[in-house]
């Protein structure tokens, strides 16, 4: 739509120059006002037209010579009129100028051929630019990270890439406590970084185990700069009972009724003899 009104108002504009130009051939009343109508149409024309006015450097003044060309052939046609000196011949020849200034205006419609210029140039620099950003990527080398083990691939991988569950942590030891828990000491990938909150809830789903058979404190004797990451259920300590001796419990019996408060502190076994037998 604004580039039709702005096609609609150029071919207004040659209109009216032609018709400046033709009433200049016969009379110098035209010459001033005609003249400044012209520089301000084409300080209009430029002002709202950004294209041209943030062309690109290397053709921007181009663009801007090629719109305002048309406004200043008219100008310095009227001044020539009022200078060419009088007679029928010099009359023709001005006419003829007039009409191939209108001619040449009509077709080549310079203000429209100054914007597609600016868009071209735009286009071109953009797509330099891209091409460099592309090569300047592919020059760029991706490192992969390397680990010390698979455990710690693992963990590198599945919880501390960006967005996951431990991000910018690392696996320092794991321990395999027994056939169902393992003990991880995690620590952060940059020195002097507190290791971020593990999310239970998250580390649960991705595991596919119970919140609570995961433990997640403090490293004995270190910072917050380590982790210690208990996964799966803790083996339960088992009470030995250690077997009492038939003769201290017999004794603890005895005791409780005829001496209280005596210790067995010693047995000996010796064979009855048979005449107490």
Request: one cysteine or more; aromatic letters at 4%; a negative charge.
């Amino acid at each position: 739509m604004l580039a039709r009104v702005r096609s609609t108002v150029g071919r207004a504009a040659t209109v009216a120059g032609a018709l400046v130009l033709t009433g200049g051939l016969g009379n110098d009343v035209f010459t001033i006002p005609g003249a400044a109508a012209a520089i301000a149409a084409a300080g209009v024309g430029l002002a709202t037209n950004p294209k041209v006015l943030r062309a690109p450097e290397s053709v921007r003044w181009t663009a801007i010579s090629l719109y305002a060309a048309p406004h200043a052939g008219c100008a310095a046609l009227l001044v020539g009129e009022r200078l060419a000196p009088e007679g029928h011949v010099s009359v023709l020849v001005q006419a003829a100028v007039v009409a191939l200034w209108t001619g040449a205006t009509w077709m080549l419609r310079p203000g429209l051929t100054a914007c597609e210029f600016a868009d071209e140039a735009l286009a071109q620099e953009l797509a330099e630019a891209a091409k460099a950003a592309e090569a300047e990527a592919a020059a760029v080398v991706v490192v992969a990270p390397t680990y010390d083990s698979e455990a710690a691939r693992w963990w590198g991988e599945k919880f501390a890439v960006e967005g996951g569950i431990a991000p910018g942590t690392v696996l320092l030891d794991h321990q395999q406590v027994s056939e169902q828990c393992v003990a991880l000491i995690i620590g952060t990938q940059q020195r002097g970084q507190a290791v971020p909150d593990i999310s239970k809830p998250r580390l649960s789903a991705a595991l596919d185990l119970p919140e609570e058979q995961i433990d997640i404190g403090p490293v004995p004797g270190r910072g917050a700069g380590v982790r210690l990451l208990v996964l799966g259920q803790r083996p339960v300590a088992e009470t030995e009972t250690e077997p009492v001796d038939s003769d201290a419990e017999m004794w603890a019996e005895i005791a409780e009724t005829a001496m209280p408060g005596v210790e067995l502190v010693e047995s000996n076994t010796y064979e009855m003899p048979k005449e107490l037998t």
